[in-house]
Structure formats: structure tokens, C-alpha cells
């Protein structure tokens, strides 16, 4: 099961990818998390004054001249995977799961999509948050689900439900609530809206993706 609200405490890192990344201010809500940079990220953090504490990727998008001598650098050469999943490998190797992860959407669109398939396949065995960049002013964000979801949003706040793959879905608490319901890229629950609090999110098989205003 995941509750928002200790998911959000229980927090173990930041990571940053190349996206669309959001304002500064969002990076100082946990400045006692290890903040990690996919590559070129890392440039466009120092850039924002924000200094991450490792950058890792293949590094050809970033000039080590611009990097502090206190960050850690992990160079992965290979080209079989992405950046993000460099990260990710790092991250679970450091037990730096549940993850916060900036910068995963915008940009190039298949970059953006190669994302939600690198997500969707590790919360199968971990709890990954990410930011909605389409919107960077707002707390808008979206999580993978696998069995169960709960926590309290605001009255009215818009939530979706998609799935990439059939998966069975049932919910409490919002307006249009869904009983069992199978979604699949052909059908979804999107721009459903709160109505009461707690909501919960029941996944009975498959997994869904659940996008919220927190």
C-alpha cells in the first residue's frame, strides 16, 4: 500500500533527469535529501544554483569544469540503457528508495514516454513519485500503482487514471468512482475530480497510473 502523506516523509532522494525541470524552490522543500542528476541535468542545476550531490550517466552532456569538487560523478559508459536508468541502478543499490523524480516529462516526447516505461517497471518493486512538468508551478504529480493507494486531496482536485496495459481498477472518493473497471490504452479515467477524503485506489491486477493536484 502507499499513503501519500508517509510516502512524501519517508522520502529518501531526489533525483533530477533531463526534462522540464522545475523552479528552484521545489529542490529546497528536502534539502536534507541526497539530490542525484541524470547527466545534463546536473549542468542545469548548477546553472540554477542548485548543486546536486551526484551526477550520473554517460556524461556527455555535462562539462566537468562546472562541477564542484564535493559532487560525486559516476561515469556508465555503456549505452544500453538510459541515463534515468543509470540513476535508478544507483539508487536501488544505495537503498535510496522511495524516490522524488524532477525533469522525467517534457522535452522530447520519446525521451518522456521511455520514462513512464522505466517507471512503471521499478514501482513494481519501488515507490516512485514524479512531478507532472506540464505543470511547474503547480504540485501536480503522478505515481504508478500496483495494489493499493490511499490519501487526502483536495476537494475537487483533478485526478486520472491510466493504464499502458489492461489492469483492473477500483476507487473510493472521487466523483466518478470506478468498481472494478478495466482499464487499457483504450480506456481511462481521466480528469476525474475529488470528492471525498481519504481516496483510495485499488489495482486488483496489472498497474495504473495515477495522476493528481496534491
Known amino acids: 500500500m502507499i499513503d501519500l502523506s508517509t510516502y512524501v516523509n519517508a522520502l529518501k532522494s531526489i533525483l ?7 523552479s528552484a524552490d521545489f529542490f529546497m522543500r528536502k534539502p536534507e535529501l541526497p539530490l542525484i542528476a541524470a547527466d545534463g541535468a546536473g549542468h542545469a ?3 540554477m544554483g ?15 569544469s562546472v562541477v564542484p569538487t564535493h559532487t560525486e560523478i559516476i561515469c556508465i559508459t555503456e549505452q544500453n540503457s538510459t541515463d534515468f536508468e543509470k540513476c535508478l541502478r544507483i539508487i536501488e543499490a544505495r537503498n535510496l528508495f522511495p524516490c522524488l523524480v524532477y ?14 516505461k522505466i517507471m512503471a517497471d521499478y514501482a513494481l518493486r519501488h515507490t516512485i513519485i514524479f512531478h507532472d512538468s506540464a505543470y511547474k508551478a503547480k504540485e501536480k504529480y503522478g505515481v504508478f500503482v500496483s495494489d ?3 490519501g487526502s486531496l483536495k ?16 476507487t473510493k472518493g472521487l466523483a466518478w468512482d470506478l468498481d472494478q473497471m478495466t482499464l487499457s ?9 475529488v470528492q471525498s477524503n481519504p481516496v483510495e485506489i485499488t489495482v486488483h491486477s496489472g498497474s495504473a497510473l495515477v495522476l493528481f493536484d496534491s
Open 45 to 47: 542545476l548548477i546553472n
Open 155 to 170: 476537494i475537487g482536485a483533478k485526478l486520472s487514471l491510466l493504464a499502458f496495459a489492461p489492469a483492473i481498477v477500483s
Open 16 to 22: 533530477c533527469l533531463n526534462g522540464e525541470i522545475p
Open 103 to 116: 525533469g522525467a516529462t517534457g522535452k522530447e516526447s520519446d525521451h518522456a514516454l521511455y520514462n513512464f
Open 50 to 64: 542548485i548543486i546536486p550531490d551526484l551526477i550520473v550517466g554517460d556524461l556527455d552532456s555535462i562539462d566537468r
Open 185 to 193: 490504452p483504450h480506456v481511462s479515467s481521466t480528469r476525474n475530480a
Open 148 to 150: 493499493h493507494l490511499v
